[in-house]
């Protein structure tokens, strides 16, 4: 069997040379192969305690429970519509941005400002709009 064994592990050459190896040279290769099975170190794992256990499952459950009220939150209209505004306000930025319009980007960014201060408070996350820069032009 063991002779079989490096048959399969061993190269068509080697196969050649280890038909004619002796019993003894068998052994070598045999002890060889146990020594590089035996080097495979095992990880010590870390347990953790009870505690450590429940804060994490706690952190689990609120997570479900956090994921459990937005999704009845999307499932209001007024929310639903809310997005829908807010996801049309950040198109119309987007284009006035193209068109170099930054006193209606302004305007729409303060719109934005103004439901997304809503937004927070009821917990409903907002797609991250991009927001202009710098200096207000002044209007008039």
Known sequence: SLSLSLYFYFS???RNQALEWTASE?????????????KKTKVQRKHR???????????QIREVKGRATLRELKKSVSVRRTLSIVKSIDKGMAEALEEDNSPLRHALADARRAIQGYAERAGV???????????RPSVG
């Open 125 to 135: 996350p907002l797609p991250k709009g991009k927001m202009p820069r710098g200096r």
């Open 49 to 59: 305690t009870a505690e450590e256990r429940i804060s994490d499952l706690e952190a």
């Open 26 to 38: 068998l052994c070598e290769v045999q002890w060889d192969l146990m020594a590089m099975a035996k």
């Open 12 to 14: 068509d050459e080697r």
